[in-house]
């Protein structure tokens, strides 16, 4: 397995190197590979390439994703270098043939991270004074982590990255199955876990020591560092997808407001790493288009990137900007969830909250609606073009509640983040819940338009914030909310053979712009 996977980065490496985009603006020297000694003199692989002219250049340092080798950015890294950029490719501790083992962005990593900038620039014609790091996923995560703790850091580029890594493991209190179990797997094939990092993985897959892994996980969050980062003033660039099923949108639009220095969020179509993948392939891309432009501006003195700094591309309609994120939502719609109708088994989304009646749904059973598979159901849908689809009259009612708005004579442009309130009962002990978001056309089809689940420990009101989001409700078409109690994305802590009941007083929040 190890071999084979080998052999497919070899591949990539050489698609890379092949489809490079001819742009470069300047002549730059061939790549070379260097040894960086890291914290405790362990050995970081990398590569090296640069403009050929003489002279003093910004620098870019690309630390690469968990799983990967610093040959990801060889594409990349040509296009930079030929824009005028020095280019510092490497992999993180614990990877490939990297030394030491897996600090997930952890302090042996930040310091990896100052140590790889202080040898590029006593080794390149960098000027320590422009200086930028940039990354995918784990690099990213590692690059905006690291300009809390250097100060030299002066532009970051944070794609497909996280901002709190408790929140991406355990959302609104439920534990994200499928994205850390893929985690995992890639540490075990292809690096070298730490102690540490078993251990942790260990007691959140068996759901113990709960604090101990959030208190890890904070360490591991540029959130708990806001205020350094502000402090450090460092440029960043945020860009990320609205179905991420690693690092959901919500946590790096609340970190996107609380930055202070120059900042930039863009939100697209898509899953984890996939608006980025084309430009990894070396091909034109969007993303990696809008960090040339960030890096310019705030490295080598490039054109500003225009006054409006959030640009969303919603689900199903053109890309917009905005001049901050709260000015996507222009106002909220509240819908109350009413009685269940005996006929179809449907209740009335709208209105005011009623009183009155109450759904009860079984804690052990799965119902066609879902949020997908982790990467390649949202994956194929920013390919596509389309949503992932059921038929509502699928969704079994006797495991599911299902309310339906009714259908509006104009469209309803959905911008930002739904929230529902759910009144619950049942389960003394607690429970989950995933709730589901759908546009439903009049033949029947459902378009998923964001969904998230919620664990509670306790009876009473549970309120849940569904993943941000951007889509254009058509008229005619209804907006139909879902819940039931188990998704295969996400662990849950249902007792088997129990029941939950939503009841009255429950209500859906939409943000309208």
């Not at 995992?184 to 993985?201: I, K, N």
């Amino acid at each position: 397995m190890l071999f084979r996977r080998f052999a497919l980065l070899l591949t990539v490496m050489a698609l890379a190197l092949t489809a490079a985009p001819a742009r470069a603006a300047e002549p730059v020297t061939g790549f070379r590979a260097v040894d960086i000694t890291g914290d405790g003199g362990v050995v970081l692989k990398a590569n090296v390439i640069a403009p050929a002219a003489s002279g003093r250049h910004p620098a870019v340092v690309l630390p690469s994703s968990w799983g990967l080798n610093d040959a990801e950015y060889l594409a990349q890294a040509k296009v930079l270098a030929g824009r005028g950029y020095v280019v510092v490719s490497y992999t993180p501790r614990g990877w490939w043939f990297s030394g030491g083992r897996i600090d997930t962005a952890g302090p042996k990593d930040m310091a990896d991270l100052s140590l790889v900038i202080d040898w590029t620039i006593a080794n390149t014609a960098t000027d320590p004074s422009r200086i930028g790091a940039a990354g995918i996923s784990y690099g990213a995560g590692i690059s905006l982590l690291g300009a809390a703790h250097d100060a030299r850091i002066r532009a970051v580029g944070v794609l497909s990255g996280w901002t709190d890594l408790v929140a991406s493991l355990y959302a609104d209190q439920t534990r994200h199955r499928q994205s850390s179990g893929l985690l995992q797997l890639a540490a075990q094939l292809v690096g070298r876990p730490s102690d540490e990092l078993t251990a942790m993985l260990a007691d959140f897959n068996a759901n113990r020591d709960v604090d101990r892994v959030m208190a890890w996980a904070r360490v591991r969050s540029a959130s708990t560092y806001l205020d350094r980062i502000n402090a450090n003033g460092p440029a960043v660039l945020i860009a990320n997808a609205w179905g991420d099923s690693f690092f959901p949108p919500n946590q790096l639009a609340g970190f996107y407001q609380g930055l202070t220095g120059p900042k930039r969020l863009e939100l697209r179509p898509g899953d984890h790493a996939i608006a980025e993948l084309t430009g990894v392939l070396g091909l034109p891309n969007e993303v990696w288009t809008s960090l040339y432009a960030w890096l310019d501006e705030h490295l080598d003195g490039g054109a500003p990137t225009g006054p409006n700094p959030v640009q969303v591309t919603p689900l199903n309609a053109a890309t917009e900007t905005y001049p901050s994120w709260s000015a996507l939502t222009g106002s909220t719609r509240r819908y109350g969830l009413g009685a269940i109708r005996t006929l179809d088994g449907t209740g009335l989304l709208g209105g005011d909250p009623s009183t009155g009646w109450s759904k009860t749904l079984p804690t052990d059973r799965d119902t066609v609606a879902a949020g997908g598979v982790v990467l390649l159901t949202n994956g194929a849908s920013a390919i596509t073009g389309q949503q992932p689809q059921i038929w509502l009259p699928f969704v079994d009612r006797s495991r599911a509640g299902v309310w339906a708005a009714e259908r509006p004579s104009s469209a309803q442009r959905i911008r930002g983040v739904p929230r529902a309130h759910l009144e619950i009962s049942g389960s003394a002990t607690g429970g989950t819940l995933v709730a589901y978001l759908y546009d439903l056309d009049p033949l029947g089809n459902a378009k998923l338009i964001t969904h998230a689940p919620a664990t509670w420990t306790a009876n009473g009101d549970v309120d849940l914030d569904l993943w941000a989001t951007a889509y254009d409700l058509p008229a005619g078409h209804s907006l139909t909310l879902v819940v039931d109690t188990v998704d295969p994305l996400y662990y849950d802590e249902n007792d088997p053979n129990e029941t939950i009941t939503i009841g009255g007083g429950s209500y859906l929040d939409i943000p309208l712009r």
